[in-house]
C-alpha cells in the first residue's frame, strides 16, 4: 500500500525520553511515565495502559473560583504508561517550558495540557475587562514544568518594552508580572451615538517588561459586561 499519507512526517514521533512534545503544529503527543493534566475531552487517541480521571477545575477551590468566575480550565488527570495524544479543534500547539520564578497569565481556553508538577490558580486581571466583554479572571501557572497551549492561527509574541495594547479576545497569555489595564480606542462623538461603531472599544494595556502572545483570533466574549462588572465587585476581595 503506498500513499503520501505514510510519509515520515505524518508517522508517530518517537522518543527515549518521557514527557510532552509535538507531534506536529495541530497535535499534542504525552509520552506518559506518571501523571499529567489535560483539558476534558481533548484525547483524540492513546496507546498503552492509561486512566483518565475527571476533575473539574483542579479542587474544589478552582470548581468554585470558575462558577463565580466563568474562568478556569475543566480537567482530567491522565495516569499510566503509554502515548496520549491531545488536540483541540485544530488549533496550533505550542509548548512552553516553565522555570522556577516564571508565571505566566494564561486564557483559560488556550490550555491543552500541563506538567502536574506545575500550580494554577484563578486571578483577577489587575484593571482589564470592566469596560469591555472580555473575561476579568486569567489562570496563572507557575512552578517547574512544561505546558501547552493553543492559539488559532500563528501568534505574534510582542516583547513589551514601549505601552502595548491588544484586543482582550485575542490575548492568549502574557507575562504575569506585567501590569495590565484597559485604553479606550475608539473616540467618542457624534457618530458613536448614531451608531457607527469601530467594533475596538476598549483594548488591555500592558506595561513593564515581558511578553505577550496574540492570536489572529478573537475569542467570542464569555458574557456581557454588565454581568462582569458585578462580578468584579463581588469577588474582588476574594479572588485578588
Given amino acids: 500500500m503506498r500513499s503520501e499519507l505514510f510519509s515520515s512526517e505524518n508517522l508517530e514521533k518517537e522518543s527515549a525520553q518521557p514527557g510532552m512534545r509535538l507531534q506536529n503544529s495541530k497535535m499534542l503527543k504525552i509520552e506518559l511515565n506518571g501523571e499529567a493534566m489535560a483539558r476534558v475531552g481533548s484525547m483524540v487517541a492513546y496507546q498503552g495502559q492509561v486512566q483518565f480521571q475527571a476533575l473539574g477545575s483542579g479542587g474544589l477551590g478552582k470548581f468554585l473560583k470558575q462558577k463565580l468566575t466563568g474562568e478556569g ?124 461603531r469601530t467594533g475596538e472599544s476598549f483594548t488591555m494595556s500592558f506595561a513593564g517588561q515581558g511578553f505577550v502572545v496574540v492570536q489572529p483570533s478573537e475569542e467570542p466574549p464569555i458574557m456581557g459586561s454588565g454581568a462582569q462588572e458585578q462580578q468584579g465587585g463581588l469577588l474582588g476581595g476574594l479572588l485578588s
Fill in 73 to 196: 480550565v475543566p480537567l482530567m488527570k491522565l495516569a499510566g504508561q503509554g502515548d496520549v495524544f491531545l488536540a483541540d479543534f485544530a488549533k496550533d500547539v505550542h509548548v512552553i517550558d516553565l522555570e522556577p520564578g516564571d508565571a505566566l497569565s494564561i486564557n483559560g481556553s488556550s490550555v491543552l495540557a500541563f506538567d502536574s508538577t506545575l500550580q494554577y490558580d484563578i486571578r483577577m486581571v489587575g484593571g482589564a475587562g470592566m469596560a469591555s466583554s472580555s473575561g476579568l479572571f486569567n489562570c496563572v501557572f507557575t512552578g517547574h514544568g512544561r505546558i501547552a497551549i493553543t492559539t488559532k492561527g500563528t501568534p505574534v509574541v510582542l516583547n513589551v518594552d514601549a505601552p502595548t495594547y491588544v484586543d482582550p479576545q485575542a490575548a492568549v497569555c502574557w507575562s504575569a508580572n506585567l501590569q495590565t489595564g484597559y485604553h479606550r480606542a475608539e473616540q467618542l462623538g457624534l457618530g458613536t451615538l448614531l451608531g457607527r
